[in-house]
C-alpha cells in the first residue's frame, strides 16, 4: 500500500497535479487528498487552485463542476462509472414546463445534478449554502431541483418565497426511517442526532442539527456533547474520528453507503494519474452555458 502512496505522490509533483476527495469516499483516498471537503469547498477549490491536473475523487457531477469552472485544467476520475442518480432525476423538459407556468422564477439547481441541467438552471446552490441563496434571490417563484427533501427543507425555512419542488431523492438519504432514529437514541439517549438536508423531513424534525458533511463535522467538533448519531452516508466517520478522537459516533443507518463513490478506490487513483485517463469532458457549448449557474452560486456564497 505505501509504494502506491509513494507512486501517486511522486506523479502529482511531476504532473503539478492536486486530489480533491469528498468526505464520502474511502477514508484511505482522504487521507492522500491535499483536499477534503463538502461539494461547495470541492467547487471552490477547483475553480480557484492554480494545478494544471486535478484529480477528482468523488462523483461524476463533481468533476463536471469542476470541469465547467476550470475548462484550462484536465480534470480526470479514478473511475467516470461512479454516477450520482438522484443528479439524472430531472429534466429539461421538467424546467421548461415550470417556466412556462410561472413568472418571476428562479430555477435553484443543486450541484447534485448533470451539466445539461446546469445549463437551464438559474443558480446552483449546495446543501451548505442553499438556504443562504434562496433567501438573497431577489424572485419569488423558486423552483427547486433535483433533491425534493432538501427543497422542502429550504422552502420551511424560507416561508417568504413560493416554492415548486421536484421529486428527486437520495436513495442513501431518503433510506434513512424515523424507526432507525428512535432505536438509535433509545440506544443513546445522551447522543445529539446530526443530520443531512437529503433526509426526509420526518426525520430532520428529529434531529438536533441539520447542515451538510462539513456542517455535520463541524458541529460535532465544536460542541460540547461527547456522543452523536450521524444521519448520512458513513464516509464521514473518518473525519469526524479523526478530528474528535475523544468523541463517539454511531451511524443511524450502517448500511448508509453511497457506493458510486464507493467506487474510487487507490488502485484506480492511481492508474488515472499515471494514465491522465478517465477524463471528464463537457461540450464547449454546455460548458459555457453551465458557468452561470455555477458562478452565480460562488458569488452568492461568498
Ligand atoms: P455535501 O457534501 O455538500 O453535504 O453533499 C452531500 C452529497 O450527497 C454529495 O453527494
Ligand atoms: Fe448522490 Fe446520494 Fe451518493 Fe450523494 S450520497 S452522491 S446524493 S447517491
Redesign the pocket.
Known amino acids: 500500500m505505501s509504494d502506491i502512496i509513494e507512486e501517486i505522490n511522486r506523479l502529482k509533483k511531476e504532473k503539478d497535479a492536486i486530489i480533491l476527495a469528498h468526505y ?1 469516499v474511502e477514508g484511505d483516498i482522504q487521507e492522500i487528498a491535499d483536499y477534503v471537503g463538502d461539494s461547495y469547498k470541492l467547487a471552490q477549490v477547483a475553480a480557484e487552485n492554480p494545478a494544471k491536473v486535478i484529480v477528482f475523487a468523488g ?1 461524476n457531477f463533481m468533476g463536471e463542476s469542476a470541469k465547467i469552472l476550470s475548462p484550462d485544467k484536465k480534470v480526470i476520475m479514478p473511475d467516470l462509472k461512479a454516477d ?3 443528479a439524472h432525476m430531472v429534466k429539461p423538459e421538467d424546467v421548461q414546463k415550470v417556466r412556462e407556468q410561472y413568472d418571476d422564477l428562479a430555477v435553484v439547481c443543486y450541484i ?1 445534478s448533470t451539466a445539461e441541467i446546469k445549463t437551464v438552471s438559474d443558480i446552483c446552490v449546495t446543501s451548505s449554502n442553499a438556504l443562504r441563496i434562496v433567501r438573497a434571490l431577489p424572485n419569488k417563484n423558486i423552483f427547486f431541483i433535483p433533491d425534493s427533501n432538501l427543497g422542502n427543507y429550504v422552502k420551511q425555512m424560507v416561508p417568504e418565497k413560493n416554492f415548486i419542488v421536484h421529486d428527486g431523492y ?4 431518503h433510506g434513512i426511517t424515523k424507526e432507525q432514529v428512535e432505536t438509535s437514541k433509545a440506544k443513546h439517549p445522551d447522543a445529539l442526532f446530526l443530520v443531512h438536508p ?1 433526509c426526509r423531513m420526518e426525520i430532520l424534525e428529529m434531529a438536533d442539527y441539520v447542515g451538510s458533511t462539513s456542517g455535520i463535522i463541524n458541529y460535532a467538533t465544536d460542541s460540547d456533547a461527547k456522543e452523536f448519531i450521524i444521519g448520512t ?1 458513513n464516509g464521514v466517520f473518518y473525519e469526524l474520528q479523526k478530528k474528535n478522537p475523544n468523541k463517539k459516533f454511531y451511524p443511524v443507518d450502517k448500511m448508509a453507503c ?1 457506493t ?2 464507493k467506487k474510487n478506490t487507490l488502485e484506480k487513483l492511481l492508474d488515472c494519474l499515471r494514465e491522465e485517463d478517465g477524463e471528464v469532458n463537457v461540450s464547449d457549448e454546455t460548458r459555457v452555458k453551465a458557468t452561470n449557474a455555477l458562478e452565480r452560486m460562488l458569488e452568492l456564497a461568498k
Open positions: 464520502y462523483v450520482c442518480p438522484m447534485n437520495c436513495h442513501v438519504h437529503e452516508e453511497c458510486n463513490m
